[in-house]
């Protein structure tokens, strides 16, 4: 009998217990964005088209050699317009080449994008369909992702690009894939 009064209250402190640990777990800045399961790992191959040049195609062999940033964009994505000075100011720096992968996109909508807000990058790939944004675990631009020279994934970043990231988080990686060849 006597039990039964302190159940309600049993129940009640693991309820609260399970609510502080969610808390306690939450309080990462990128809770929200997914380990990438690349890192570490060679990136996807694939085969694009170049959005300026629809008929010429580019094999992420072709990009080997130098690293890269790879930034996933579209015309409809708002954080890519609020991104999109941080990694215009990344690409003049010329640290490294900066491929734009326009994404889900329709080509005449993408280049009046780029003519309205300038065309910072090395090279920009056309991903019309999506298609190899599933090997690349994409889920939502914009994202980005430091490939090194030999092809494999270093670095990741779900949304917007800002100074702070670039200096915080991709400067150090991009280091760190240099120091290890």
């Known amino acids: 009998m006597r039990a039964k009064r302190w159940l309600p209250f049993a129940a009640f402190l693991l309820i609260a217990a ?11 800045d990128n809770r929200e964005a997914l380990p990438s399961p690349l890192i570490g790992k060679p990136a996807p191959e694939f085969a694009l088209p170049v959005l300026h040049e629809p008929n010429r195609i580019v094999t992420s062999k072709e ?9 996933v964009w ?3 994505c708002v954080e890519c317009q609020v991104e999109h000075p941080v990694i215009t100011r990344f690409a003049e720096t010329k640290r490294l080449r900066v491929i734009g992968y326009n994404w889900k996109d329709e080509p005449a ?36 992702f430091l490939v090194d020279a030999d092809g494999v994934v270093r670095w990741k970043h779900v949304g917007a690009m800002t100074d702070a990231i670039v200096r915080d988080e ?7 894939a240099e120091r290890g060849r």
């Open 109 to 144: 909508d993408a280049l009046a994008w780029l003519e309205r807000f300038n065309n910072p990058y090395w090279l920009v790939l056309a991903d019309v369909e999506g298609g190899t944004a599933i090997d690349f675990g994409i889920y939502g631009a914009p994202e980005t």
């Open 74 to 76: 579209g015309s409809w």
């Open 63 to 71: 990009l080997r050699g130098q690293p890269y940033l790879l930034n």
């Open 170 to 176: 991709l400067l150090p990686a991009l280091d760190a």
């Open 18 to 28: 399970l609510l502080a640990t969610g808390v306690w777990l939450s309080r990462r």
